[in-house]
């Protein structure tokens, strides 16, 4: 993910949002890392944009399945639209 970037928006208001980037689902055939190789991320985890393109993953011994890493993308918008 090191080439993920963030670019703003339509609206001039949408310039000066922050986002918050949530790691919201990780397969159980995986183990997802931060680039250090040494802290293990769990589901639920918030992280930097930096460290969301750092992510390292390695397969489970003996598992084999699918699954889906389900990162989410909060902006610090207005939510009166939902």
């Not at 922050?18 to 689902?25: G, M, R």
């Not at 183990?31 to 991320?41: E, I, M, R």
């Not at 889906?68 to 939510?79: E, K, N, R, Y």
Request: with cysteine; glycine share 14%.
């Amino acid at each position: 993910m090191s080439a993920l970037t963030y670019g703003v928006g339509g609206g001039g208001d949408e310039a000066a949002q922050t986002l918050t980037y949530k790691v919201t689902e990780i397969p159980l055939c995986i183990t997802l890392w931060l680039a250090d190789g040494k802290t293990h991320v769990t589901a639920n985890t918030t992280v930097t944009l930096a460290r969301l393109q750092g992510l390292k993953y390695q397969t489970v011994a003996e598992t084999n399945g699918n699954g889906s890493l389900t990162v989410t993308v909060h902006d610090s918008g207005a939510q009166a639209n939902g």
